[in-house]
């Protein structure tokens, strides 16, 4: 019995080294260019830089797609295009953002804050629970927030309007926002991993994954691979659902998740889409 018990436990200890040692070399690797990840510029640059990669890709389907029928049918409002003068609006929105509001508090956030990287990386399931944590966490906060600013005129006159310049949605109109939006968003984004003690590299996934699915909701797209189709029984809203809230704007307030829509009455019942 006792060599069962023996057994046992070198085996969760072998399994629980093996998932440690999926990310550590990942880790290892950040942490010998730590002058860059302690740089006051890094988080900018790498909000930015992920930001704009991601819309990359849907930035060229809109200049292709008008022309590719095979490519023209997964978009969901097939009659709108983004043009160029919008795209660069936006672009241009975004670097302000970063410049003038985003920038200046991650300086802050550098000089009370500064950065401690541990030597162990943390292991891959406890990272996928905690990101998946922070995304529910940041969910329902977005929920509240976006459900606020939409059932107060004052609050989305003031604050939320600039985001619903465009009632057809493309990717780069994931941070065509004001100071207000981008900051408070933002600080749900920045804050919630620290609530939920993540480890810094789950902190940095977080982020990566976060702005995906922004960018993907944005996107106008809904390909057979995108993630609302991936994940099982409606739980996941996805580009329709929030383009939905573009066209509808009363409906579909929750970014990524369908049961706070559902729970509030909120949910669009049925996906729009053109015929």
């Not at 070399?25 to 730590?34: F, I, K, P, S, V």
């Not at 978009?75 to 983004?82: D, E, F, G, R, S």
């Not at 003038?100 to 990386?121: D, E, G, K, M, N």
């Not at 329709?240 to 729970?263: C, E, I, Q, S, V």
């Amino acid at each position: 019995m006792n060599g069962n018990n023996h057994s046992l436990l070198h085996d969760c200890t072998a399994t629980s080294m093996q998932d440690t040692l999926v990310l550590q070399n990942t880790w290892d690797l950040m942490r010998a260019n730590d002058n860059l990840l302690k740089s006051l510029f890094f988080p900018v640059i790498f909000s930015f830089t992920v930001y704009m990669g991601f819309c990359l890709p849907f930035v060229l389907l809109d200049v292709l797609s008008p022309k590719m029928t095979f490519l023209r049918k997964y978009k969901i409002q097939q009659q709108n295009y983004p043009t160029w003068a919008m795209m660069r609006s936006c672009i241009m929105r975004t670097v302000y953002n970063h410049i003038v509001f985003i920038f200046p508090l991650t300086v802050a956030h550098w000089y009370w804050r500064p950065v401690s990287y541990p030597v162990q990386a943390p292991g891959l399931v406890k990272a996928l629970l905690d990101i998946f944590a922070c995304l529910l966490l940041f969910d329902f906060q977005n929920f509240v927030w976006h459900l606020m600013h939409h059932k107060v005129p004052w609050l989305y006159k003031n604050f939320h309007k600039v985001h619903h310049k465009y009632t057809s949605t493309f990717a780069l109109t994931t941070e065509h926002s004001g100071a207000w939006e981008t900051l408070s968003l933002g600080f749900f984004a920045a804050i919630n991993p620290l609530l939920l003690n993540c480890h810094p590299l789950t902190e940095m996934m977080f982020f990566v994954v976060n702005i995906w699915l922004s960018v993907e909701d944005h996107s106008g797209y809904d390909f057979p691979w995108s993630t609302h189709r991936l994940v099982p029984f409606g739980l996941f809203g996805g580009a329709p659902h929030h383009d939905g809230h573009h066209m509808k704007f009363k409906f579909n307030y929750a970014p990524y998740f369908t049961h706070w829509d559902r729970l509030f009455g909120t949910l669009l019942k049925t996906p729009v889409k053109d015929h």
